[in-house]
């Protein structure tokens, strides 16, 4: 079984600072990780993936994270906040290559951005 | 190109009455999820479609739910004899097969008063 755990629930920032959310994972086999940014009242957007190749993921509007297998962590990072960024933050585990493609979702992050 | 839709975008309805949701998923997607989102549960996976295979409903919550696709595209979810703790927002997303990234629709907020 696998499973997705996100540390805080809600995360304040200013403005130009560092964005960082935490995602820890739980899967027997190779997992693809992801994380998708809601914003209010719309679906899921896809920010970046992680499936096996290069561990060190680049995504849109500026994130980042890094998967590191002996930490079981995927975290996301984004050197400087901006006021659009504030939105609900989900990372997700499926399993890898040939395996099922249902994804496992954490309880969300929300990122909040002050002036 | 166009996206995954959903319709409606919003539906009330009355404990006990039926419900159904529509998703379009975007064109030539053999893959077709269904996940429900609520304050309770969070994102949790409902069903899935591949192709012709039959679908996997591992995730459905009760016999009052179940989940069609006509012709490899539209899906229909439906729910019977609504209950206040089917009120949720249900999302819909869709990936080309082998692939690994599911595009999701803007989701149909569900109220059962």
């Known amino acids: 079984a696998q499973s997705v755990t996100q540390l805080g629930s809600h995360v304040s920032v200013s403005e130009g600072a560092l964005v960082l959310l935490r995602c820890n994972y739980s899967?027997?086999?190779?997992?693809?990780l992801f994380w998708y940014v809601q914003y209010p009242n719309q679906g899921l957007q896809l920010l970046l993936k992680y499936t096996s190749a290069a561990t060190l993921v680049k995504g849109i509007n500026g994130f980042e994270a890094e998967f590191k297998k002996s930490e079981t962590s995927f975290h996301l990072t984004k050197p400087s906040a901006h006021m659009s960024d504030a939105a609900e933050y989900f990372c997700a585990v499926s399993e890898g290559p040939g395996g099922f493609q249902k994804l496992v979702f954490g309880t969300g992050t929300r990122l909040l951005v002050s002036p | 190109g166009a996206g995954v839709s959903q319709s409606p975008s919003n539906k009330v309805t009355e404990k006990g009455k039926d419900v159904e949701l529509r998703c379009d998923p975007i064109s030539g997607h053999t893959a077709l999820y269904w996940y429900r989102q609520s304050l309770g549960q969070g994102l949790e996976f409902l069903i899935y479609f591949q192709g012709n295979s039959a679908p996997d409903k591992s995730g459905l919550p009760s016999d009052r739910f179940s989940a069609e696709r006509t012709g490899g595209s539209v899906s229909t979810l439906t729910i019977q004899r609504t209950q206040q703790e089917d009120s949720a927002v249900y999302l819909c997303?869709?990936?080309?097969?082998?692939?690994?990234?599911?595009?999701f629709g803007p989701g149909t907020r569900l109220t059962v008063l």
């Open positions: 899967s027997s086999v190779p997992p693809y």
């Open positions: 997303a869709s990936s080309l097969q082998g692939t690994d990234t599911q595009y």
